[in-house]
């Protein structure tokens, strides 16, 4: 699917032999883009285009507060922040961010603060500059 996303205009297997490529060249000379049936059944299957890695990145975005958010990139950031000091930073109480903390470590299935920052990362939901 990425492939299609990324602006291919068609996917052939490995194993596709001169014949394949072909008629792959010729359609998308004449039409624009070349579907095999399994890339055809593929995009039938899923008509967002989205990969199931993508849709669950999107689950998991959709379940954090925007607070939660800004507590995730602090713990990123650095992990051996205390809560006392997300806190501060963020405004609000120590208190507060632990729940935040409990929360994410919940929604990402993890138990520490370093999983939890290995998990955003990998999700890309939190990016390193």
Not at 10 to 27: M, S
Request: proline share 4%.
């Amino acid at each position: 699917m990425r492939t299609y996303r990324t602006g291919g205009r068609a996917l052939l297997t490995r194993n596709a032999g001169p014949e394949e490529l072909y008629r792959a060249l010729d359609a998308v000379w004449k039409v624009g883009i070349y579907h095999t049936p399994a890339t055809h059944r593929l995009l039938l299957e899923n008509p967002d285009g989205l990969s199931q890695e993508e849709r669950n990145r999107q689950r998991l975005l959709a379940k954090l507060p925007p607070r939660g958010k800004e507590v995730l990139e602090r713990i990123c950031r650095n992990d051996d922040l205390t809560y006392e000091f997300i806190g501060q930073e963020l405004k609000i109480g120590k208190r507060t961010v632990e729940t935040h903390v409990n929360q994410l470590f919940q929604v990402f299935g993890v138990r520490s603060k370093t999983a939890l920052a290995l998990c955003a990362v990998r999700w890309g939901i939190v990016a390193f500059k």
